[in-house]
């Protein structure tokens, strides 16, 4: 059982910058891919990154490739999201998780590929 909670979210202006922090409980955070996906009303859970157990790979969404990076602490059993150049398209419930799965697959497998989630946290954009 892996338990993560998510922290960072904030308002912030456009252009701004901003990073989210996902804290995994246990002792078997290296042996999950992570990842981040976004939920804004209305519309359904949509991928934003992924990290592979080493955090020697990365894969991210077109929509936020060259703005966001994330990273991985497996000392501190933390994934993170730095998030640059913030758009007016960005804000959402921001969700941190955790796959079984081979990290190239978390995009092509959507939420459901998901083990487990985070409770999430809200970022918003002023322009």
């Known amino acids: 059982q892996v338990q993560l909670v998510e922290s960072g979210g904030n308002l912030v202006q456009a252009g701004g910058s901003l990073r989210l922090s996902c804290a995994a409980s246990g002792r078997t955070f290296s042996t999950y891919a992570m990842d981040w996906f976004r939920q804004a009303p209305g519309k359904e859970r949509e991928f934003v990154a992924a990290?592979?157990?080493?955090?020697?790979?990365?894969y991210y969404a077109d929509s936020v490739k060259g703005r966001f990076t994330i990273s991985r602490d497996n000392a501190k059993n933390t994934v993170y999201l730095q998030m640059n150049s913030v758009k007016p398209e960005d804000p959402a419930v921001y969700y941190c998780g955790a796959t079984n799965r081979a990290v190239s697959a978390v995009a092509t497998l959507g939420p459901g590929g998901n083990d487990y989630w985070g409770q999430g946290t809200q970022v918003t954009v002023s322009s």
């Open positions: 990290i592979s157990r080493s955090g020697g790979n990365t």
